[in-house]
């Protein structure tokens, strides 16, 4: 083990991928040498050069469609789409081509495809570049959703992503990239897609959330341990599949349950767990389970504003209180 930054982890996890397999090539803007969006892919470009790293013009519709078609004809393409907020102008793409391809066909191709892309807000950066979409895509079939919130499942959910054989959508969180962790050293260390972890251990309260607010939620966990309140963190890792099974455990073993994600509530992640959790595990609830998520607005550019309008410590502390009075 060593630790190492969330985008070390990435770009870790792409350079073994693509020395590993030569089919593995990066799209996206500021993937040549006078880019790196975010670190993520610092270093690749001189070890890779332009016959595997194609640094593409602001045109999403277009690079997109080439990974999409480039995967369906032998490569596997990493296609990274700077900010989850333009994934609308590259949805055609994604989701009346590459995730229904394999159907169509009859099974005749597949796309082993992945798009990486960054989302979420505490940054001040404003309505176009603070939403969190990875609902949109979880609603679709035959595209799978990933989406870390630790250096170590990074690394190993892009590289079980790249060697899937269907494409796969990683939203990457910015305010997690310089965020340090302890990373596996093993070339061949994988996170399975669809399985959740318990970040922490209790038995009193489970919280059910992924992404940054994960943090929230362990760091909520420990300030509630000193009111004598035992909080168990689920992880999601994988928003599609989701991991039922897992989900379902820690209802049973706790009974009290705070569904967190950082984005709107409606038609949501955390709608769909609470449906999960109401159709399989209704009578193991003590009382009835609680969602937290944004305030139905657009990411304020203002901080102040945008703390009020998205989940805190607090805000999780203070709904996990409620479950057990």
């Known amino acids: 083990m060593k630790k190492i930054t969330f985008a070390q982890a990435i770009s870790e996890a792409l350079a073994e991928e693509m020395r590993r397999d030569d089919k593995v090539v990066l799209l996206g803007l500021e993937q040549g040498p006078g880019g790196a969006a975010f670190g993520a892919t610092e270093g690749l470009y001189k070890e890779f050069g332009d016959a595997r790293i194609f640094d593409t013009p602001i045109a999403e519709y277009g690079y997109t469609g080439i990974s999409v078609g480039a995967a369906a004809t032998g490569l596997r393409p990493v296609c990274e789409i700077q900010f989850n907020d333009w994934m609308t102008i590259a949805s055609d793409q994604l989701i009346n081509q590459a995730a229904f391809m394999r159907y169509m066909y009859g099974g005749k191709i597949q796309v082993p495809l992945v798009i990486r892309t960054n989302c979420g807000g505490y940054r001040s950066t404003a309505a176009q570049h603070s939403k969190m979409m990875e609902s949109w895509f979880a609603f679709i079939p035959g595209l799978k959703v990933v989406h870390p919130s630790t250096p170590m499942d990074a690394k190993g959910l892009l590289k079980s992503a790249i060697r899937d054989n269907n494409p796969v959508v990683m939203f990457e969180h910015k305010q997690l990239y310089s965020?340090?962790?302890?990373?596996?050293?093993?070339?061949?260390?994988?996170?399975?897609?669809?399985?959740?972890?318990?970040?922490?251990?209790?038995?009193?309260?489970?919280?059910?959330?992924?992404?940054?607010?994960?943090?929230?939620?362990?760091?909520?966990?420990?300030?509630?341990?000193?009111?004598?309140?035992?909080?168990?963190?689920?992880?999601?890792?994988?928003?599609?599949?989701?991991?039922?099974?897992?989900?379902?455990?820690?209802?049973?073993?706790?009974?009290?349950?705070?569904?967190?994600?950082?984005?709107?509530?409606?038609?949501?992640?955390?709608?769909?767990?609470?449906?999960?959790?109401?159709?399989?595990?209704?009578?193991?609830?003590?009382?009835?389970?609680?969602?937290?998520?944004?305030?139905?607005?657009?990411?304020?550019?203002?901080?102040?504003?945008?703390?009020?309008?998205?989940?805190?410590?607090?805000?999780?502390?203070?709904?996990?209180?409620?479950?057990?009075?």
């Not at 998520?293 to 410590?313: F, I, R, T, W």
């Open 179 to 325: 965020t340090v962790g302890e990373v596996s050293e093993d070339p061949d260390f994988l996170v399975p897609i669809g399985k959740c972890d318990v970040k922490r251990p209790g038995k009193d309260v489970t919280i059910i959330t992924y992404s940054y607010v994960t943090h929230f939620a362990l760091q909520a966990a420990e300030n509630l341990a000193k009111q004598g309140i035992d909080v168990e963190v689920v992880d999601l890792r994988t928003i599609k599949p989701l991991d039922i099974e897992g989900i379902l455990a820690s209802v049973r073993k706790t009974g009290r349950v705070l569904c967190l994600q950082e984005t709107w509530l409606t038609c949501s992640v955390m709608s769909e767990v609470a449906a999960i959790i109401a159709e399989n595990a209704m009578d193991a609830l003590k009382t009835p389970l609680v969602r937290l998520g944004a305030k139905e607005c657009p990411n304020p550019y203002n901080a102040k504003l945008e703390h009020y309008m998205l989940p805190s410590v607090e805000s999780i502390t203070e709904a996990v209180e409620k479950l057990v009075r």
